[in-house]
């Protein structure tokens, strides 16, 4: 390394060094502190009846089955939230990429949802889905106590995320369609390749970084839902996500060591899907510039 | 690039001004706090007609000067109040004076040390011509933690135009919507909430039993009584007359459905007359009220208390001045603006004789006798890990199994109380 590159990198250490401080502050140590905490008895109530338990609470929550049948539901909502918004971000992305007219309203509307904050678009939609105060019920067929059995629970649940975050994999997949050279596009129509050809062949491996970037983006928000399920059931019809068994145990029930225990858990369940995600499918964060 | 030395002394110069002001602006508040007069601060729910502030003004005008009360509105939901609160008592919050309590955190707060005791002498002037379950409702091992200022309870809400005579016992009760067809429904709270709670204790005190033992360490839970209430909430589940929604169903859903017309009965507390009134005259015009129903023949139905309780925060600044605020905004003139103007019965029980408050609530008699039997719900510091464990235990009712959730209800009720594993 010569002694200008050792200066340069020197430099954006001190640059980064304030950020590098920031995210210590607001992200590692209360990480930290939560570790320390998931290993105690501590109920918030009675500070003075604190003791250490060691790895107690971790067995306690893994040897649940509210932990394990949250778990499930979660990655239940996650899975097909996340599948479905791929398929309708993409082709809105192409809608808002091929637009020619209007093009700005097409975006503007498209980006709507996203625009508005989950609790009251949770709200909206429980409403929508009542069956006194609802539209959904009104139209013929449809008659139905939705948010009150588990099936059709879930999927309330699971198309109000996507009716809100689909916008949000559109708009990062536009900025990959972007990235497609237009001119191979041209050459590959010049040597008879038809719409299907081009989009399997071109678009999708040119655009394949981005898309398991949004999918990463997605998955590990997706896993933490909390409000929309609060909203909508609070967890009942056994929808209960991971967030929300952390949330009843720390909050409601004031348990600090067994609530810290699930929110590591949690915290340790994230590392996982983003681990799954750069190692299984090779996502490099930092380089995708210079790999095209 | 790096900053220019000079451009640096500049901004260092120009922080340290910054907080310069900063500093002044603190100090100048501070003492501006000692001068004046002090300020006690009520956290209490967002109380919408406005009779909690009139309150406020009078008991601040009434002090001649020593206190001024100032409101802190929380959130309708009380988990949500709670939520609120508890974190902050936790933190030994100075500026939490006075507490709207729910009468459910009585223990909690008092076993963790975030409200005072009320002192004796005061204790024993303020229990007197208060209703006993309200005064029961605000004490804990023997000593009161709050005065009782607002209470509330459910009645059965029925169609006269339908219904002859209103039904004695939750049996009659499903019968008779059974028998009515479409329109006979019954409005329930069955969502997996504290309102599922409230349901459950209500029934298996109207059956004779009750959630703990006395001193509140072990679940109590009569096998006999406890089976009876089970399969009342399972019938009630499956039967033809419940909402399709009851699974989901809240105070505010019953309350919305009963006033499109299409059902005959409901058990609610008492906020949906004037609502009925104002919102469907032509449902109101029909609407009876009765006792809500007993679970066995003969004996009267009882119902859970409700109420919002003054506590004093135990970290406040100013404690004696807010026994005195806290006194003063639940007495009586106080009490009389919230039954008229909020539409909150008092915990006073000679304001139920009261012409204005008779005008407001035309079912005063049968509120106050109501009250007078009302069971409190499980009285213990882990009350919010009790009613976890039950509203998760029986919801929903139509899958409930007597024999084998009155097993499970024992077992997540003695695992809440320890605080142990998750609910």
């Known amino acids: 390394m010569s002694r200008g590159a050792a200066a340069s990198r020197r430099l954006a250490w001190l640059l980064c060094a304030p950020a590098l401080a920031a995210m210590l502050l607001v992200a590692a140590w209360p990480m930290l502190h939560a570790l320390w905490l998931s290993l105690f008895r501590y109920d918030l109530r009675f500070p003075d009846r604190t003791e250490f338990v060691g790895l107690h609470n971790y067995l306690s929550v893994l040897g649940s089955e509210v932990w394990w049948q949250a778990l499930f539901n979660t990655l239940l909502i996650t899975v097909a ?7 309708l971000g993409f082709a809105f992305a192409l809608v808002m990429h091929r637009a020619l007219v209007g093009r700005r309203i097409v975006r503007t509307a498209l980006l709507v949802p996203y625009g508005i904050i989950t609790v009251v678009a949770a709200m909206a939609w429980r409403f929508a889905f009542d069956p006194v105060t609802g539209f959904v019920d009104a139209l013929p067929g449809l008659d139905h106590a939705w948010l009150a059995e588990r099936g059709p629970a879930f999927f309330v649940i699971v198309q109000t995320e996507i009716w809100k975050t689909t916008p949000f994999m559109a ?16 050459a590959a129509r010049v040597d008879g390749a038809g719409a299907v050809q081009r989009f399997r062949r071109i678009t999708l491996p040119l ?18 839902i909390f409000d929309t399920v609060f909203v909508l059931t609070r967890g009942a019809q056994d929808t209960e996500s991971v967030s929300l068994v952390g949330y009843n145990t720390l909050v409601t029930r004031l348990n600090l060591g067994l609530g810290s225990a699930v929110s590591v858990l949690i915290f340790l369940c994230v590392l996982a899907i983003a681990a799954l995600y750069i190692r299984g499918f090779g996502i490099d964060l930092s380089r995708r510039e210079e790999g095209r | 690039m790096r900053p220019a030395s000079s451009d640096q002394r500049k901004c260092h110069a120009r922080l340290a001004l910054c907080l310069g002001i900063v500093l002044l602006a603190m100090a100048g508040c501070d003492g501006q706090g000692r001068q004046a007069v002090p300020v006690l601060n009520w956290y209490v729910f967002d109380e919408p007609s406005g009779a909690f502030a009139a309150a406020a003004r009078r008991c601040s005008a009434a002090s001649g000067g020593r206190y001024r009360i100032r409101l802190a509105p929380l959130p309708t939901d009380a988990d949500q109040q709670r939520e609120q609160l508890v974190r902050r008592l936790a933190a030994f919050d100075p500026a939490i004076d006075i507490i709207g309590m729910d009468v459910i955190w009585t223990a ?37 933690w709050a005065v009782p200022f607002t209470t509330n309870t459910q009645l059965l809400w029925y169609r006269r135009d339908r219904v002859p005579r209103p039904p004695a016992t939750w049996d009659e009760m499903i019968d008779m919507a059974e028998s009515l067809g479409p329109d006979g429904t019954i409005e329930a709270q069955g969502e997996r909430y504290e309102g599922l709670t409230v349901f459950f204790v209500s029934l298996l005190a109207s059956a004779g039993g009750s959630v703990l033992t006395p001193d509140g360490s072990r679940p109590s839970l009569e096998t006999g009584p406890t089976r009876r209430a089970l399969e009342l909430m399972r019938r009630l589940g499956n039967s033809p007359a419940a909402d399709p929604a009851l699974s989901t169903a809240r105070e505010d859903q019953a309350r919305l459905a009963f006033e499109t017309g299409h059902a005959s009965f409901m058990v609610n507390y008492t906020y949906v007359w004037p609502s009925a009134r104002a919102n469907a005259p032509r449902v109101a015009a029909h609407m009876g009220w009765a006792r809500w129903p007993g679970v066995v023949a003969g004996r009267r139905g009882r119902v859970t208390i409700g109420g919002i309780n003054l506590g004093i925060g135990a970290y406040g600044r100013h404690p004696d001045l807010a026994f005195e605020a806290a006194a003063c905004l639940a007495s009586e003139p106080n009490q009389r603006l919230a039954a008229t103007r909020g539409g909150l019965p008092p915990t006073l029980g000679a304001l139920y004789d009261d012409p204005d408050v008779r005008a407001t609530f035309p079912f005063a008699g049968l509120l106050r006798e109501t009250l007078r039997d009302a069971v ?47 609910l």
Do not use: C, N
């Open chain 1, 81 to 87: 939230s996340v599948s479905v918004e791929l398929v």
């Open chain 1, 171 to 186: 708009l990062l997949l536009l900025a990959g369609l972007a990235l497609v050279p237009e001119e191979l596009l041209r």
């Open chain 1, 207 to 224: 655009m394949r970084p981005v898309i398991l970037v949004a999918l990463l983006f997605r998955t590990l928000d997706a896993f933490r």
């Open chain 2, 108 to 144: 909690e707060f008092a076993a963790a040390g975030w409200i005072r005791p009320w002192p004796r002498p005061l204790a024993g002037r303020l229990r007197a011509g208060r209703l006993a379950s309200a005064v029961d409702s605000a004490s804990w091992k023997h000593r009161l």
């Open chain 2, 376 to 422: 409190q719900r499980p009285q213990t510091p882990f009350y919010a890990d009790v009613s976890l464990a039950i509203s998760r235990t029986l919801h929903p009712m139509r899958d409930i199994d007597p024999a084998r959730d009155a097993v499970r209800l024992r077992h997540a009720v003695s695992r809440a109380l320890r605080s142990e594993g998750l």
